[in-house]
């Protein structure tokens, strides 16, 4: 069987065919066939405005902004030309109040796909080292209702094919003490009548949360709504490409998935719920 991983970050690296080449043999090395990258939204100049805010956020994402979208797109391209088997993706934030903006910056590129996610909360880049303190001084149930509301209103936004990390407000370790069943079902419903993939990502494990994203809960009730999944592994070096991946594949078959099997010689990394 082999694999492809649509979760992957060129950020640490140049934009060649040399730095794409070894995520490429790395991953060879864990069965990857196929590799999607999906670099962030803030990384690029052209989506600078997406992200504006007076507080720490416009500031943070100002300085992380310092790549021109069209040599991403122009050294992926090329890859594909060379017949590499390679996708062009991006990982978008999802910011409520610039919305419509996302939809016209998305529409504006060939994107292959477009995973979702929520980095922000507000000011709150909630997963950034730098704002580890700051968690501190917040109610962890509150913080977790709040990451999934603005959750929600990306899955109905309908711009993304998958929604990322479904559960990264986890990732340094701080669990919400309330149940969180009702925001998981309304999540898992919201996703299904949307028809998009709920993502299986395995870089939860490298992560203080020290589980995949998402938690057995959560998936329980992705295999309830019979949401499809994807399992990618967000590497931001080579040597994570793939990485977990048969750790991800038993995760999903407890929940009665199985590969969707397109063809056996097909690459392959979404599963669908079988029972
Ligand atoms: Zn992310
Ligand atoms: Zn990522």
Same mark, same amino acid.
């Given at each position: 069987?082999?694999?492809?991983?649509?979760?992957?970050?060129?950020?640490?690296?140049?934009? #060649?065919?040399?730095?794409?080449?070894?995520?490429?043999?790395?991953?060879?090395?864990?069965?990857?066939?196929?590799?999607? *990258?999906?670099?962030?939204?803030?990384?690029?100049?052209?989506?600078?405005?997406?992200?504006?805010?007076?507080?720490?956020?416009?500031?943070?994402? #100002?300085?992380?902004?310092?790549?021109?979208?069209?040599?991403?797109?122009?050294?992926?391209?090329?890859?594909?030309?060379?017949?590499?088997?390679?996708?062009?993706?991006?990982?978008?934030?999802?910011?409520?109040?610039?919305?419509?903006?996302?939809?016209?910056?998305?529409?504006?590129?060939?994107?292959?796909?477009?995973?979702?996610?929520?980095?922000?909360?507000?000011?709150?880049?909630?997963?950034?080292?730098?704002?580890?303190?700051?968690?501190?001084?917040?109610?962890?149930?509150?913080?977790?209702?709040?990451?999934?509301?603005?959750?929600?209103?990306?899955?109905?936004?309908?711009?993304?094919?998958?929604?990322?990390?479904?559960?990264?407000?986890?990732?340094?370790?701080?669990?919400?003490?309330?149940?969180?069943?009702?925001?998981?079902?309304?999540?898992?419903?919201?996703?299904?009548?949307?028809?998009?993939?709920?993502?299986?990502?395995?870089?939860?494990?490298?992560?203080?949360?020290?589980?995949?994203?998402?938690?057995?809960?959560?998936?329980?009730?992705?295999?309830?709504?019979?949401?499809?999944?994807?399992?990618?592994?967000?590497?931001?070096?080579?040597?994570?490409?793939?990485?977990?991946?048969?750790?991800?594949?038993? *995760?999903?078959?407890?929940?009665?998935?199985?590969?969707?099997?397109?063809?056996?010689?097909?690459?392959?990394?979404?599963?669908?719920?079988?029972?």
């Amino acid at each position: 069987m082999k694999f492809r991983d649509y979760h992957v970050h060129l950020e640490q690296g140049p934009y #060649t065919i040399e730095w794409i080449k070894r995520f490429m043999e790395e991953g060879k090395k864990r069965g990857i066939a196929e590799i999607g *990258f999906s670099e962030h939204g803030h990384r690029f100049v052209q989506a600078k405005g997406l992200y504006r805010s007076p507080g720490f956020r416009g500031q943070w994402t #100002t300085g992380e902004a310092v790549q021109n979208i069209e040599e991403y797109i122009e050294i992926v391209e090329k890859a594909k030309s060379m017949g590499f088997p390679v996708k062009l993706g991006i990982e978008m934030d999802y910011i409520p109040e610039c919305e419509a903006e996302i939809r016209g910056f998305l529409r504006e590129y060939p994107f292959d796909y477009v995973l979702g996610s929520i980095h922000w909360i507000g000011d709150f880049g909630f997963d950034n080292p730098e704002m580890l303190d700051e968690w501190n001084s917040c109610d962890v149930d509150e913080t977790y209702l709040k990451y999934f509301d603005i959750l929600l209103r990306a899955v109905e936004s309908g711009m993304f094919d998958c929604i990322a990390h479904p559960d990264v407000i986890k990732v340094f370790g701080h669990r919400a003490m309330g149940d969180m069943s009702r925001i998981y079902e309304l999540v898992a419903k919201a996703m299904k009548k949307m028809g998009i993939f709920a993502e299986v990502n395995t870089a939860g494990l490298r992560k203080p949360a020290g589980e995949m994203y998402p938690s057995p809960l959560m998936m329980e009730y992705f295999a309830a709504y019979k949401v499809p999944v994807m399992i990618n592994s967000d590497a931001h070096r080579p040597e994570d490409v793939g990485r977990d991946f048969d750790k991800a594949i038993d *995760f999903v078959k407890h929940y009665g998935y199985e590969s969707e099997g397109v063809s056996l010689t097909q690459p392959e990394n979404r599963y669908v719920f079988k029972g």
